[in-house]
């Protein structure tokens, strides 16, 4: 796919002073593109080429050059960036947590008012499902919710038209719902809401100014009425699925019929979102000619659709390309509850992965509010009040873990038979098929982003570990450390997070789901085995080299032999802070794995090192420990691999 760059506006340049850029595209969803850029031209103008090429709005993705985030620097000339030259290739990468490629999600907050209040106007019934109709309040029944509407003698408001309930008994019970409900409508936001007096009831006032939904029985009298409020977590209440592209053709009718508002949150005005209208449950939008147009969004729960442009009507490409609208979940689609901390299940928590346009695409869980259990004091550079996986923004910080990905790669001699055969993967064939068709080692690791993990519980039992253990090394001389090369001096104190004496940060690699679980309840002791370890074909358990334990990389290029892609060329790898105490190196091959394991547990060492590269001219040590608590998952980082031609 190409786009090509609007032409240069500006005062009149020769050849000689602009240069035309072909500029590579690598996108964290897997698209390949090339944009064409004058030099004299503006990171801000290149962000702009990137969204009407994508159709991803400027605030959903980050722009990456030599480890350098551009989009932070807007009005920065492109013929200025160190490096960059017709055929350079720019990282991409989507950030599929925010609005406008993500709504949500949202908890529902029941209005504290006696529903009689709400009118709704006389219409027929095919008018109140197929047009929609309008309530009133009076101020006298206003004032008694708190609100205050000053000239005006009632409060009015749009509803959409009216649809029956298709949610299950269980889902309306965790909505509050009433089970009595048929039909629903949405209600939009009052007009003149901002010269009222508004309630002291949050609710109240997000349905006045917001809108939210109103439930009726078959006679049409108002049971219910609810505020859609932005929900603490990403489980239950109201969810929609990741944005669709809006249909142009779709507009006009829903214009016609008045469904289009202007849209009154100013967070989403600020990403430039102007119009909205809800989609009723299974939305058939008709053409000029009164028939159903060939093509119509995918909402059988309802949905919303958003406009980026002032003329609802009218708008210029770029614009257009911004529409779009998101189906409410129901049922399987919606996310499972987390599972807690210190749970013993390895179940696949549903998390929201960076890019998601398919059942395969995820992308990464936002934090939630810690709860109120205090597990202990937390790291002072923790995000206050979050529990959970936060993304670092710090340009600084990020470089660092740029870094840290260039200085452990280790490009010559490299490949080992973990990463398997070209041809049939890791554990699907004989040593021979693999010495023979070896899987490329990548030639480049690059950046996509870090999350830190913030697991109050998993911290408090780690730091009771690392107290223990460094209790023990006093008794006895104070072991020599030994160094990593994941630990030199200037990655001591990563995301401001400073090693102690005798810790150690290593890599562990893995799919993305599994690194996730990890973050949330730790290493499980009784999977070692099942993972990563070499196996003979068809076996599903084999026996680690050092024994039944938790390995770890000081590279990155070895963790990456057991990283696993869960969606296109995005691979994830955990940093994790370990304990590693007296250390206990094995250099050769004669050792007996059940013994390192034992000396280990009864207090003789604490961790063991195996450094195969020292006498056997293998190309990676190996770093084991045996109990998860000496284990904090401390960082979560995303990555592409560049694998030379």
């Given at each position: 796919?190409?786009c090509?760059?609007?032409?240069h506006?500006?005062?009149?340049?020769?050849?000689e002073?602009?240069?035309?850029?072909?500029?590579?595209?690598?996108?964290?969803?897997?698209?390949?593109m090339?944009?064409?850029?004058?030099?004299?031209?503006?990171v801000?103008?290149?962000?702009?080429?990137?969204?009407?090429?994508?159709?991803?709005?400027?605030?959903?993705?980050?722009l990456?050059?030599?480890?350098?985030?551009?989009?932070?620097?807007?009005?920065?000339?492109?013929?200025?960036?160190?490096g960059?030259?017709?055929?350079?290739?720019?990282?991409?990468?989507?950030?599929?947590?925010?609005?406008?490629?993500?709504?949500?999600?949202?908890?529902?907050?029941?209005?504290?008012?006696d529903?009689?209040?709400?009118v709704?106007?006389?219409?027929?019934?095919?008018?109140?499902?197929?047009?929609?109709?309008?309530?009133?309040?009076?101020?006298?029944?206003?004032?008694?919710?708190?609100i205050?509407?000053?000239?005006?003698?009632?409060?009015?408001?749009?509803?959409?038209?009216?649809?029956?309930?298709?949610?299950?008994?269980?889902?309306?019970?965790?909505?509050?719902?009433?089970?009595?409900t048929?039909?629903?409508?949405?209600?939009?936001?009052?007009?003149?809401?901002?010269?009222?007096?508004?309630?002291?009831?949050?609710?109240?006032?997000?349905?006045?100014?917001?809108?939210?939904?109103?439930?009726?029985?078959?006679?049409?009298?108002?049971?219910?009425?609810?505020?859609?409020?932005?929900?603490?977590?990403?489980?239950?209440?109201?969810?929609?699925?990741?944005?669709?592209?809006?249909?142009?053709?779709?507009?006009?009718?829903?214009?016609?019929?008045?469904?289009?508002?202007?849209?009154?949150?100013?967070?989403?005005?600020?990403?430039?979102?102007r119009?909205?209208?809800?989609?009723?449950?299974?939305?058939?939008?008709s053409?000029?000619?009164?028939?159903?147009?060939?093509?119509?969004?995918?909402?059988?729960?309802?949905?919303?659709?958003?406009?980026?442009?002032?003329?609802?009507?009218?708008?210029?490409?770029?614009?257009?390309?911004?529409?779009?609208?998101?189906?409410?979940?129901?049922?399987?689609?919606?996310?499972?509850?987390?599972?807690?901390?210190?749970?013993?299940?390895?179940?696949?928590?549903?998390?929201?992965?960076?890019?998601?346009?398919?059942?395969?695409d995820?992308?990464?869980?936002?934090?939630?509010l810690?709860?109120?259990?205090?597990?202990?004091?937390?790291?002072?550079?923790?995000?206050?009040?979050?529990?959970?996986?936060?993304?670092?923004?710090?340009?600084?910080?990020?470089?660092?873990?740029?870094n840290?990905?260039?200085?452990?790669?280790?490009?010559?001699?490299?490949?080992?038979?973990?990463?398997?055969?070209?041809?049939?993967?890791?554990?699907?064939?004989?040593?021979?098929?693999?010495?023979?068709?070896?899987?490329p080692?990548?030639?480049?690791?690059?950046?996509?982003?870090?999350?830190?993990?913030?697991?109050?519980?998993?911290?408090?039992?780690?730091?009771?570990?690392?107290?223990?253990?460094?209790?023990?090394?006093?008794?006895?001389?104070?072991?020599?450390?030994?160094?990593?090369?994941?630990?030199?001096?200037?990655?001591?104190?990563?995301?401001?997070?400073?090693?102690?004496?005798?810790?150690?940060?290593?890599?562990?690699?893995?799919?993305?789901?599994?690194?996730?679980?990890?973050?949330?309840?730790?290493?499980?002791?009784?999977?070692?085995?099942?993972?990563?370890?070499?196996?003979?074909?068809?076996?599903?358990?084999?026996?680690?080299l050092?024994?039944?334990?938790i390995y770890?990389?000081?590279?990155?290029?070895?963790?990456?032999?057991?990283?696993?892609?869960?969606?296109?060329?995005?691979?994830?790898?955990?940093?994790?802070?370990?304990?590693?105490?007296?250390?206990?190196?094995?250099?050769?091959?004669?050792?007996?794995?059940?013994?390192?394991?034992?000396?280990?547990?009864?207090?003789?060492?604490?961790?063991?090192?195996?450094?195969?590269?020292?006498?056997?001219?293998?190309?990676?040590?190996?770093?084991?420990?045996?109990?998860?608590?000496?284990?904090?998952?401390?960082?979560?980082?995303?990555?592409?691999?560049?694998?030379?031609?």
């Open positions: 796919m190409g090509r760059a609007s032409k506006i500006g005062k009149s340049l020769t050849s002073e602009v240069s035309t850029l072909a500029l590579n595209l690598r996108c964290s969803n897997a698209d390949r090339q944009i064409q850029m004058l030099d004299n031209e503006t801000e103008q290149l962000m702009s080429q990137v969204m009407r090429c994508t159709r991803v709005h400027s605030s959903c993705f980050m990456t050059f030599k480890a350098s985030r551009l989009d932070l620097k807007p009005n920065q000339k492109l013929a200025f960036i160190d960059l030259v017709s055929g350079s290739t720019i990282l991409v990468t989507i950030l599929r947590d925010k609005f406008p490629e993500r709504l949500g999600p949202y908890d529902m907050a029941v209005i504290p008012i529903c009689s209040d709400f709704l106007s006389s219409c027929s019934s095919a008018d109140f499902t197929n047009l929609g109709t309008m309530w009133v309040m009076s101020g006298q029944a206003a004032a008694g919710i708190g205050d509407t000053v000239s005006e003698e009632q409060m009015v408001a749009q509803v959409s038209p009216a649809s029956k309930v298709t949610l299950a008994d269980n889902e309306r019970r965790e909505l509050s719902i009433p089970l009595e048929t039909h629903f409508c949405w209600s939009y936001q009052v007009p003149k809401w901002d010269s009222m007096v508004l309630s002291t009831f949050p609710e109240v006032e997000a349905f006045v100014k917001f809108g939210g939904y109103i439930y009726c029985d078959e006679d049409r009298m108002v049971l219910q009425a609810q505020a859609v409020m932005p929900a603490q977590d990403d489980t239950g209440g109201l969810q929609f699925r990741l944005s669709k592209l809006w249909n142009p053709s779709w507009t006009q009718s829903l214009v016609e019929q008045g469904r289009f508002q202007p849209i009154t949150i100013g967070e989403l005005n600020e990403v430039g979102a119009h909205y209208c809800w989609l009723k449950p299974g939305e058939s939008i053409g000029t000619n009164s028939k159903p147009l060939d093509s119509q969004p995918d909402v059988p729960h309802g949905g919303f659709a958003y406009l980026f442009h002032e003329d609802a009507l009218k708008a210029d490409e770029t614009e257009l390309s911004m529409d779009r609208y998101f189906a409410v979940t129901s049922g399987d689609e919606r996310p499972a509850r987390r599972a807690s901390a210190s749970s013993n299940t390895n179940s696949n928590s549903s998390f929201h992965l960076m890019e998601a346009a398919t059942n395969q995820r992308t990464i869980f936002s934090p939630t810690r709860p109120n259990e205090d597990f202990g004091a937390v790291p002072q550079e923790w995000a206050p009040r979050l529990e959970g996986l936060v993304r670092l923004e710090s340009q600084e910080v990020l470089e660092t873990f740029s840290l990905l260039n200085v452990t790669h280790k490009k010559t001699d490299n490949w080992t038979r973990d990463r398997g055969c070209r041809q049939h993967g890791v554990n699907q064939c004989q040593p021979s098929c693999i010495f023979r068709n070896k899987a080692v990548p030639s480049e690791y690059m950046l996509l982003g870090v999350w830190r993990n913030q697991n109050a519980e998993l911290w408090s039992r780690y730091c009771a570990m690392r107290t223990a253990i460094f209790e023990e090394c006093q008794l006895d001389p104070i072991p020599e450390p030994v160094h990593c090369q994941s630990c030199t001096h200037q990655f001591q104190a990563l995301g401001g997070s400073q090693l102690h004496p005798l810790e150690w940060r290593l890599f562990h690699g893995s799919s993305t789901n599994i690194c996730e679980d990890i973050c949330a309840g730790n290493f499980k002791e009784e999977l070692a085995g099942t993972g990563a370890t070499w196996k003979n074909a068809g076996d599903t358990f084999g026996m680690p050092y024994g039944f334990g770890f990389a000081e590279q990155i290029t070895k963790a990456d032999e057991y990283c696993k892609s869960d969606e296109p060329g995005v691979f994830s790898v955990l940093l994790c802070r370990i304990v590693a105490g007296r250390v206990k190196m094995v250099t050769d091959n004669e050792f007996d794995p059940t013994l390192l394991k034992s000396e280990a547990l009864d207090g003789k060492c604490h961790s063991v090192c195996g450094d195969r590269t020292r006498t056997l001219g293998k190309p990676y040590r190996e770093m084991v420990v045996y109990e998860s608590d000496q284990v904090y998952p401390e960082f979560l980082i995303q990555y592409a691999r560049q694998v030379a031609s």
